[in-house]
């Protein structure tokens, strides 16, 4: 996974295990390792980060952005409660995890092999993103003024 400091987080805590045993009791899903490696940063200051993305309808390579992480401000209590924030969708399990710069939301698919990472418009179009959380870091980068 691309070093996270490159894009300007810092290192913040360790991560309970409890935190993915907790969540895939109460879900009977897991989340990917690099997720859970993220988890254990604060976000940069160099909000919003840019990626690039093909559009599910067109096709066509669109620019997005993130303009929040969800849940890595999160103490260890609320850590072991992320099971409450799931989204089913036409029989898969979504797990949000952040925000674009338009409001919509990013979400881990955790139902599809490799836990791809997706972008639900509010016509409620997915688009993935990325094939991994691991991949989506990969397609971070710093938008230059």
Known sequence: MKNLKSLGFT???NLSPQVQATFKE???LAFPESYLTFLTYSETDQMP???KFND???GEEWDGG???FLHLSADQ???LDLASSMVK?????FFPIGSDVGGNVLYLNLSKAGVPVVDVSYEDVSSEVASS???FIEKLFVEED
């Open 11 to 13: 290192f913040e805590r």
């Open 77 to 79: 209590a609320s850590l």
């Open 89 to 93: 969708r036409d029989a898969e399990q």
């Open 66 to 68: 993130i303009n929040e």
């Open 56 to 58: 599910a309808e067109s």
């Open 133 to 135: 959380f691991e991949l």
């Open 49 to 51: 980060l840019s990626f």
């Open 26 to 28: 109460a879900t009977g």
